[in-house]
């Protein structure tokens, strides 16, 4: 417990400096904006953020980001309650409820529950990112290059089990991850590979190329072939945002629930969020006396979805900053801007980076604190942000990914890269294919290689030594039964259908 109070003592010497304070307020601020405006995500944003961040320190830099990812799931929520349009993809659920609540004149009341719940859910969340750092740490430090390879399939695997849709699709663009991610030059034999004789290509595929254009270019062609939806924007005056005792006591057990749910779902790989916030509304409502109120008004399905996305969301980042496994594609983003400031993430960066690693932790308290003052007294800006036209927003963020890109290594083909990379993520979507797993084996393909290739140097080139180790062992025999429990017909339907729901 004494290590535990000087490490976040440590963490919040450096996330209470002047310039850590305003990172962490300017990613807060821009993660509600970003919830708030339908049709960005914090995935598009960070990744168009990307370029800004190699001229801070990696603390500041990571502390900034962090902040829009959690943001983004405050913002989202005014969204969905006032115009029942989710600003971001996990706050889909709380449209269910929360804009039948701002119909009957509650809007003040769920976005007080919504508030309230997802700062309870953060703070709890972040406490438990400080009690299972280290000790899972610790168990990252006894891996070697064979149990490193088998909880790297691990992950693999298990984003393939939680990606929406086609079963055969996901491991497709897994594949085509780890292809992409071997381009460039062998370290080995110093031969170049999948080059096609481009030069430019002989260090491999720039992350931020690729995160660029299948995230936010591929987005913004998505939304431009969308018709332009009616917003039913309430217009009423919000009068009430304090919500009564009976109305906590009636939202407080969800919100515990929710917080509960978020926190395990969150560290799962391909979890986080999104996943979360539906788990928690449908176990609300399976065990709800009247389950015919969900969908109506219910001031529980607010509160449980809100809790679980934000909780989600700041316990996802427990396996990238132990592991040094991403759990999803934000968290991804978030790594590779890890490896372009030189620090590779996993068990290594609570021994050699204390203060980055604590500082991290202690920003998300804070940034919590900031989001509830952010969000609940502003609520009129955010909805007249809301009547600001997709069409005079685009040109802006296209001109601003192209200077971000083109100012990394002052390259014009990395420019052509990420709007290549921006047709075919747009191809993706119309093709029903999820770039998540793609872009995970991307970051996680050269890893793979490097500890495989290191496994079997060490071995002797006997592959029997993923086996020989327990703890690899383990890790491939929980891959492969991933793999035979998705592949059985019965659970594939059962899959289906809660995805469709």
Avoid at 307 to 322: E, R
Wanted: overall charge neutral; hydrophobic content about 55%.
């Amino acid at each position: 417990m004494s290590d535990l109070i000087s490490n976040l003592a440590l963490g919040f010497s450096v996330a209470l400096t002047a310039a850590n304070l305003g990172l962490a307020f300017t990613g807060c601020l821009i993660g509600t904006l970003v919830g708030v405006l339908p049709g960005l995500g914090p995935l598009a944003t960070l990744a168009m953020l990307l370029p800004l961040t190699f001229t801070l320190d990696p603390t500041g830099a990571l502390i900034m980001l962090a902040g829009i990812y959690y943001g983004a799931q405050y913002g989202g929520s005014t969204t969905a309650i006032l115009v029942n349009m989710p600003g971001e993809a996990s706050s889909v659920v709380t449209c269910l409820d929360g804009h039948q609540l701002a119909l009957q004149g509650r809007a003040g009341t769920a976005l007080a529950v919504a508030a309230l719940g997802s700062f309870f859910a953060g703070t709890v969340a972040t406490l438990v990112i400080a009690l299972l750092a280290p000790p899972l740490t610790a168990l990252g430090r006894t891996f070697g290059p064979p149990e490193y390879f088998s909880l790297m399939v691990l992950g693999l695997v298990a984003a393939v089990t939680l990606a929406q849709g086609s079963v055969l699709k996901a491991v497709a663009m897994i594949v085509l991850g780890l292809v992409l991610g071997l381009v460039g030059t062998d370290v080995n034999s110093g031969l170049p590979r999948f080059t096609f004789g481009i030069p430019q290509l002989g260090d491999g595929i720039g992350f931020v190329p690729v995160a660029m254009g299948v995230f936010g270019l591929a987005e913004i062609i998505a939304n431009l072939g969308r018709p332009d939806s009616s917003r039913s924007l309430l217009v009423e005056k919000i009068t009430r945002l304090y919500p009564t005792r009976a109305e906590m006591r009636q939202a407080a057990p969800a919100i515990l629930r929710g917080t509960g749910i978020g926190s395990i779902l969150g560290v799962l790989p391909g979890g986080g969020a999104l996943l979360s916030s539906f788990a928690a509304y449908m176990f609300e409502k399976k065990i709800a006396r009247d389950p015919s109120r969900f969908g109506r008004g219910a001031l529980e399905g607010v509160a449980a979805a809100e809790s679980a996305n934000n909780a989600g969301s700041q316990t996802s980042f427990i396996p990238m900053l132990t592991l040094g496994i991403p759990p999803n594609p934000v968290l991804a983003l978030m790594m590779g801007t890890m490896m372009i400031h030189g620090i590779q993430p996993g068990p290594g960066v609570m021994r050699e980076r204390p203060d980055l690693f604590w500082g991290l932790i202690a920003s998300m308290w804070i940034g919590n604190v900031m989001l509830v003052v952010i969000n609940l007294p502003l609520i009129g800006i955010w909805v007249r942000l809301l009547r600001v036209p997709y069409a005079l927003l685009f040109p802006a963020i296209l001109l601003f990914c192209g200077i971000g890109v083109y100012s990394l290594n002052n390259s014009p083909f990395e420019v052509f890269l990420a709007a290549l990379f921006g047709v075919v993520g747009y191809c993706f979507v119309k093709l029903g294919c999820e770039v998540t797993p793609m872009l995970l084996a991307f970051i996680l393909g050269p890893m793979m290689e490097e500890n495989l290739r290191r496994a079997m140097l060490l071995s002797r080139g006997d592959p029997g030594v993923f086996l020989a180790r327990p703890i690899s062992l383990v890790l491939l025999v929980a891959s492969v039964l991933l793999l035979a429990l998705v592949a059985l017909p019965q659970l594939r339907q059962t899959r289906d259908a809660a995805f469709q729901e």
